[in-house]
């Protein structure tokens, strides 16, 4: 059982705010009935707003566009995580992200409170593949693409999956790569042994699905059943 504005707010993606409004303008019936009160207790399954029932999801998958400065963890003392972006009606117990971009990094960051499904899409042997835009200070000779499709090695001796880098016809110092496990600052290290420098890196897509052209950097939306799929892909 949970207070009444709390299941509209999860259920319907509303603020609590929006949520106990609903609820004053005798929207949301509890089996059947309309109530006003926001604190009254119910099971989801007796819940309706405007007719339409509310569902409980076991768990939340938030796509973020994560801008540059903000870290990739669930807490920080001194800096600003990508769990404080998420607006009020997503959060959850226990929310985190299901893989990290470095401070600088921009774009898609998946956060979630699912461990399973967090370890699964994050496990290289599962070769989900992440999509990223990269600049590099200096023009990339077109012998990478090649490379990169041989597996890297790293300084330090680590080999490194085969990746796929197409180097932009126009612009060589642009590129999509695609990398299917996440070794720490991966793609810059990458470049790093081709004395290259990344400038500019954006995640653009996990698996299948692509970050959302319309989500503003610093903003997320909750993911549809279809959509986490297409991650799996
Ligand atoms: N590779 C990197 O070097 N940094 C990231 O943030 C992601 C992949």
Not at 203 to 231: H, Q
């Amino acid at each position: 059982m949970e207070r009444l504005d709390k299941i509209i707010s999860h259920a319907f993606s509303l603020s609590r705010t929006d949520a106990k409004k609903a609820i004053k303008s005798g929207e949301v019936c509890v089996g059947g009935e309309v109530v006003k009160d926001s604190s009254l207790k119910a099971d989801y399954s007796s819940v309706t707003l405007g007719g339409k029932r509310a569902e409980h999801e076991e768990h939340i998958y938030i796509m973020l566009n994560k801008p540059a400065g903000v870290v990739s963890a669930s807490e920080s003392r001194s800096e600003k995580t990508v769990i404080d972006l998420v607006p009020e009606h997503l959060r959850r117990k226990g929310l985190f992200p299901a893989g990290r971009l470095d401070k600088d990094t921009v774009g898609f960051v998946l956060i979630t409170d699912d461990g399973a499904f967090a370890h699964d899409i994050l496990s290289p042997r599962k070769h989900i593949e992440k999509t990223y835009l990269v600049r590099t200070d200096k023009p990339m000779p077109l012998s990478l693409e090649e490379q990169f499709k041989n597996g890297v090695t790293l300084y330090d001796g680590s080999e490194c999956m085969p990746a796929d880098l197409k180097i932009c016809k126009d612009k060589p110092d642009e590129a999509v790569v695609k990398i299917k496990e996440g070794k720490y600052h991966q793609i810059k290290r990458m470049f790093r042994v081709n004395s290259l420098s990344v400038e500019y890196l954006k995640r653009t897509a996990m698996g299948k699905l692509e970050l959302d052209k319309s989500l503003k950097e610093g903003e997320c939306r909750k993911l549809s059943k279809e959509e986490i799929n297409k991650i799996k892909e």
